[in-house]
C-alpha cells in the first residue's frame, strides 16, 4: 500500500481529504499519509486531524503517490512542476457520484468533485480540477492547470485553455474560446470569445 500526500492544506485540501476516504482505492491500494504545506498550522484550527509536512525537503519516492489540494491554477503550476520534475505520480480522482460519458480523453492529476456531469467527447488536461455539480457539454476542451469551481456550465464545443479559473456558477454559451490564463469571476455568464490573461465579470461578460 502506497502513502498518499495532499499537497495544500487550505479549504480545498480539506475538502480533498474529505472526498479521498469515499474512494474505492482508499486503505486497499493506498493511505492517507497527511498534508504537504509550508505553513506547517494549517490545520491548527480544525483539530490538526491529519499530519503536515513542509513542502521544502520533501523526498518525492516511488511509496507515494499524490493529489492536488490547491484551486489556484497560479498556484498549481508553480508547484506542482518541482514534483513532476521529481517523478512524483499524481492519482486521478474521480468521485463516485460524478457521471462521467464516453471517449473521455484526461490527463494526469485531474480531480473531479462530487455530483459533476461530464458528457461525451471531451479533452481535459493536466492538473485539471472541475469542482462540484459542474457540467462540461459535448466536444469540449479544458486545458492544463485549469480549474472549475463549483456549478460552472460549460456547453458544448467550449475550448478553455491552459491555467485558467472560472469561479463559482460560470456559464459560457456553446463554441466560446476562453484565453489561457484568463479569470472569469463568479456568476460570469460568457457570450464572447475570452482573450488570454484577462478578467471578466458579470452577465454579459465585460473585461474589468
Known sequence: MKNLYIIGAGGFGREVYTWLQSHPHYQKEWQIAGFLDDNLAALQNFGDFAPVSAIQGHAVSARNVYVCGLGLPVMKTKILKNFLSAGAEFINFIH????????????????????????????????????????I????????????????????????????FLGSRVSIIPSIKVGSRSILGAGAVVISNVPEAVTMVGNPARIL
Open 137 to 164: 457539454g459535448h466536444d469540449a476542451t479544458i486545458g492544463d492547470w485549469t480549474t472549475l469551481c463549483a456549478q460552472c456550465d460549460v456547453t458544448g464545443k467550449v475550448n478553455i485553455g491552459n491555467e485558467v
Open 96 to 135: 463516485a457520484t460524478a457521471t462521467i460519458g464516453s471517449r473521455i480523453k484526461m490527463g494526469q492529476g485531474v480531480f473531479i468533485c462530487p455530483g459533476v456531469s461530464i458528457s461525451t467527447d471531451i479533452s481535459i488536461g493536466d492538473f485539471v480540477m472541475i469542482g462540484p455539480n459542474s457540467t
